[in-house]
């Protein structure tokens, strides 16, 4: 497929080819927005990356697209499978990534509906006036400024996760939780629980468990590079390191042994079965 082109009004702006700006939010957003991550990317062959399962859902501002088999301004939706994502020429934007109870609120609807999707924002709400607003700005403090504005008003009148999907959704991120104590921390049935969670989140529970906790060992990789695998595994909760290299596999495709140890949360494509 092709790539898509967004052209819109801005001033002159200086560019920094190969900029990449990370910002956290407004301190009132921190429930919603995990992070922005703003990039300016110079003209670039093909390159490839293949997206791990995140415990996140990203909403990619394109203020100029790149060639891709993708729409303009995609969001990802909640995975429990790796994507493969490819891209050409130049990138310019800002990738905010959002909590289920962020992209709830922002979107609203069912996140099940964007499970293991790549879906333009336009298919979701109106957002080409903050666009051309982010592209007319001068620099990026000022687009983040503009971004946490809109995102706080959007998101003080939008739709909230069930009290009791939320609070799942908080045991299952700080850490290892059985779900069957879950649910009984709840007072639901397992069954209606895992119901309840994949009509609002996109997955069951046990897959978000899973994820965050693969999500967990990426970040302790970044932090201690030096460990082994061995040790990365009885850190992770894992029972040993083969438990580590199935889910490792199940969820990126490929083995943490094959790839050696990942800088973040992507690794190449071409690897593994």
Request: hydrophobic residues 45%.
């Amino acid at each position: 497929m092709g790539g898509w082109s967004l052209v819109v009004p801005r001033r002159d702006i200086v560019r920094a080819p190969g900029e990449r700006v990370l910002r956290a939010p407004h301190p009132s957003l921190a429930a919603h927005i995990l992070s922005y991550v703003a990039h300016d990317l110079p003209h670039a062959g093909p390159n490839s990356w293949r997206v791990t399962p995140l415990s996140a859902l990203i909403w990619v501002i394109d203020l100029e697209a790149p060639e891709r088999a993708m729409p303009e301004s995609p969001v990802l939706g909640l995975r429990d499978r790796p994507l493969l994502a490819e891209q050409a020429g130049v990138s310019r934007g800002i990738a905010v990534a959002l909590t289920p109870l962020g992209a709830y609120g922002l979107f609203g609807i069912p996140l099940r509906e964007l499970t293991n999707s790549v879906i333009a924002a336009s298919d979701l709400m109106t957002s080409g006036p903050l666009t051309e607003r982010l592209a007319e700005a001068a620099d990026w403090p000022e687009r983040f400024r503009l971004l946490d504005e809109y995102l706080l008003e959007r998101l003080a009148r939008g739709p909230e996760l069930s009290a009791p999907v939320r609070y799942a959704w908080d045991r299952l991120s700080a850490g290892p939780v059985r779900v069957d104590a879950l649910a009984d921390e709840i007072g639901w049935s397992r069954q209606h629980l895992n119901a309840r969670f994949r009509a609002q989140i996109g997955l069951n529970p046990k897959t978000v468990g899973r994820i965050t906790r693969l999500n967990r060992v990426m970040a302790l990789l970044n932090r201690a590079s030096s460990l082994g695998w061995a040790e990365v595994a009885h850190l992770g909760g894992y029972s040993d390191q083969a438990h580590l290299v199935r889910e490792f596999r199940a969820l990126t495709g490929c083995s943490p042994t094959e790839v050696g140890k990942p800088a973040g949360l992507f690794v190449p494509p071409g690897h593994g079965a």
